[in-house]
């Protein structure tokens, strides 16, 4: 039981360690959409369609781009975490769907689902106390 009991004083180093490392992937992984310009964001923003959104393709591909790569800053400083976590689920939510569409199966949409259900429990545990937030 004790042991137990000790386990909790690591909760924030855990939730840093956790905000670092995704982080650093969604920079590494939005980068290159940000990079692709508005043919690249176009090609990204087309992936709407699954919800039957078909106009401003642009636009929405430069979102899901700053979501995962401005996403990814916030979230290694822990500024904005819950609206941040919000973005970054749709934005999962769109991919998996997307992948759907394709005919990816399940194996093409868990990497999308997985980064989803992580995101969606952070918005409830909260980005822990080394975090510009809790300053």
Same mark, same amino acid.
């Given at each position: 039981?004790?042991?137990?009991?000790? &386990?909790?004083? @690591?909760?924030? !180093?855990? &939730?840093? #360690? #956790?905000?670092? $490392? #995704?982080?650093?992937?969604?920079? =590494?992984? $939005?980068?290159? +959409? =940000?990079?692709?310009?508005?043919?690249? %964001?176009?090609?990204?923003?087309?992936?709407?369609?699954?919800?039957?959104?078909?106009? &401003?393709?642009?636009? %929405? *591909?430069?979102?899901?781009?700053? !979501?995962? !790569?401005?996403?990814?800053?916030? #979230? =290694?400083?822990?500024?904005?975490?819950?609206?941040?976590?919000?973005?970054?689920?749709? !934005?999962? =939510?769109? /991919? /998996?769907?997307?992948?759907?569409?394709? *005919?990816?199966?399940?194996?093409? /949409?868990?990497? /999308?689902?997985?980064?989803?259900?992580?995101?969606?429990?952070? &918005?409830?545990? *909260?980005?822990?106390? @080394?975090?510009?937030?809790? +300053?």
């Amino acid at each position: 039981m004790a042991v137990l009991d000790n &386990l909790g004083k @690591y909760r924030n !180093t855990g &939730l840093l #360690l #956790l905000r670092i $490392g #995704l982080g650093v992937m969604f920079i =590494i992984h $939005g980068f290159p +959409k =940000i990079a692709g310009g508005p043919d690249g %964001w176009a090609k990204l923003g087309g992936s709407m369609k699954v919800v039957g959104i078909d106009f &401003l393709p642009v636009f %929405w *591909g430069f979102m899901a781009a700053a !979501t995962e !790569t401005f996403g990814g800053f916030l #979230l =290694i400083v822990g500024l904005f975490f819950r609206p941040v976590l919000i973005l970054l689920t749709i !934005t999962m =939510i769109i /991919a /998996a769907l997307g992948h759907f569409a394709k *005919g990816d199966g399940l194996s093409g /949409a868990s990497h /999308a689902i997985e980064l989803g259900i992580v995101f969606f429990g952070l &918005l409830f545990v *909260g980005p822990g106390k @080394y975090s510009v937030d809790k +300053k």
